[in-house]
C-alpha cells in the first residue's frame, strides 16, 4: 500500500491563495471521487476539511476548495490567514478496500 | 457534543501485546463506520484499519495485518484495536476516527501513544 505524494511544503503570505497536490494512480485518486483532506496543527488530532473531492463540512470556510484532474487532487486555501498554518493530509480510498494517505505537506504562512 | 477517548496505550516491549479502545458518545455510535489511524512521531498519517457499522467487513492495512484486530461493541458505544506481535515500527499515536462511509472521517479522538521498546 503506497502513500499519496504530496509536496512536503508549501508557503503562502495572508491574503494569497496555494494549492497543495496529492497524486496517486488510477487504483486511488484517479479512480474513485473518495478524496477527503484533512487539516493537523501541532499536537492536535486532524480535521475534516474537504470530503468526497470537493465537498465541505458544515462549519468549514468556502476558502477551502477542493478538485481533481486524473490521478492527482488539490486543495486550494484562498485568502489565507495566519491560523491556516498547520499540516495538511490528502486521503484516497483505494481499490484494495483500504485508505491511503498522502505523506503531508506542512503549510507556512509568512 | 461529540466525543472520541482513546485509552490503553503504553509502554511495552517488542513482541508484546496491547489493547487500545475508544468510547463514543454525542453521537449515534451504531450508524459510523469506524477507523483506527496511527501516526508516528514527527512523520505523517497511516491508516490502519476500518470495520462498518454492522462489524462486517473489516478491513486493514497490510503492516498489520495478522497482528493486530479490531472490533467493536455498540451496546456499549465502543471500539477496540487488540494488537498483537507488536513491533518498534508500531510506536505511534493512535486515532480512532468515525466516518460515514469508508472515506470521510468526521469525527477523531485525542489519540493515545504507543511505544514499544524494550
Known amino acids: 500500500q503506497s502513500a499519496l505524494t504530496q509536496p512536503a511544503s508549501v508557503s503562502g503570505s495572508p491574503g494569497q491563495s496555494i494549492t497543495i497536490s496529492c497524486t496517486g494512480t488510477s487504483s486511488d485518486v484517479g479512480g474513485y471521487n473518495y478524496v477527503s483532506w484533512y487539516q493537523q496543527h501541532p499536537g492536535k488530532a486532524p480535521k475534516l476539511i474537504i470530503y468526497?473531492?470537493?465537498d465541505r463540512p458544515s462549519g468549514i470556510s468556502n476558502r477551502f476548495s477542493g478538485s481533481k484532474s486524473g490521478n492527482t487532487a488539490s486543495l486550494t486555501i484562498s485568502g489565507l490567514q495566519a491560523e491556516d498554518e498547520a499540516d495538511y493530509y490528502c486521503?484516497?480510498?483505494?481499490?484494495?478496500?483500504?485508505?491511503?494517505f498522502g505523506g503531508g505537506t506542512k503549510l507556512t504562512v509568512l | 457534543e461529540v466525543q472520541l477517548v482513546e485509552s490503553g496505550g503504553g509502554l511495552v516491549q517488542p513482541g508484546g501485546s496491547l489493547r487500545l479502545s475508544c468510547a463514543a458518545s454525542?453521537?449515534?455510535?451504531?450508524?459510523?463506520?469506524m477507523n483506527w489511524v496511527r501516526q508516528a512521531p514527527g512523520k505523517g498519517l497511516e491508516w490502519v484499519s476500518y470495520?462498518?457499522?454492522?462489524?462486517?467487513?473489516?478491513y486493514y492495512a497490510d503492516s498489520v495485518k495478522g497482528r493486530f484486530t479490531v472490533s467493536r461493541d455498540n451496546a456499549k458505544n465502543s471500539l477496540y484495536l487488540q494488537m498483537n506481535s507488536l513491533r518498534a515500527e508500531d510506536t505511534a499515536v493512535y486515532y480512532c476516527?468515525?466516518?460515514?462511509?469508508?472515506?470521510?472521517?468526521?469525527?477523531w479522538g485525542q489519540g493515545t501513544l504507543v511505544t514499544v521498546s524494550s
Open positions: 468526497d473531492v470537493s
Open positions: 476516527a468515525g466516518a460515514l462511509g469508508m472515506t470521510k472521517f468526521d469525527y
Open positions: 454525542g453521537f449515534t455510535f451504531s450508524t459510523y463506520s
Open positions: 486521503s484516497s480510498y483505494t481499490s484494495s478496500n483500504t485508505l491511503a
Open positions: 470495520i462498518s457499522r454492522s462489524s462486517s467487513p473489516i
